[in-house]
């Protein structure tokens, strides 16, 4: 007969065993997303915290050169890329003095302003 503690260890360990290999999988898919988003062109972070403009690819050397301001280009490992930097979408907003202007005041605010500040 087997034991209850014995069977529940090996049900903990597949348990971790499967998480291991999601994990894992999830990983390599971020991987390939990465590599997929690292062109010439693509703005980037490194694993140093250096931002800058892909330059050039070298995939056989598996180099990059990036430039992180006019002038200055860099000689990277591709794995050092960390991220690729997407240009944020700027929406119109309204200026928040419209907003005021337009909204109405609630009463605690009409009261709060009709009363003189005590001294």
């Known amino acids: 007969m087997i034991d209850p503690l014995t069977i529940m260890m090996l049900a ?3 348990l971790m065993v ?3 290999i999601r994990n894992s999988r999830k990983q390599k898919a971020d991987r390939e997303a990465l590599v997929s988003k690292v062109v010439k062109g693509a703005n980037v972070m490194t694993t140093s915290g250096i931002f800058g403009t892909i330059v050039s690819l070298d995939e ?8 992180t301001t006019p002038g200055t280009k860099l000689r990277l490992h591709r794995q050092s890329v960390v ?4 240009k944020p979408v700027v929406e119109k907003s309204v200026s928040p003095a419209a907003t005021q202007s337009a909204a ?3 009463s605690v605010a009409k009261s709060a302003a009709a009363k003189p500040a005590a001294k």
Not at 83 to 86: D, H, M, Q, R, T
Request: hydrophobic content about 55%; charged content about 25%; glycine content about 0%.
């Open 18 to 20: 499967v998480f291991m």
């Open 12 to 14: 903990v360990l597949a």
């Open 60 to 67: 056989a050397e598996n180099e990059i050169v990036l430039e």
């Open 104 to 106: 109405p005041k609630s």
């Open 83 to 86: 991220s690729v930097i997407e």
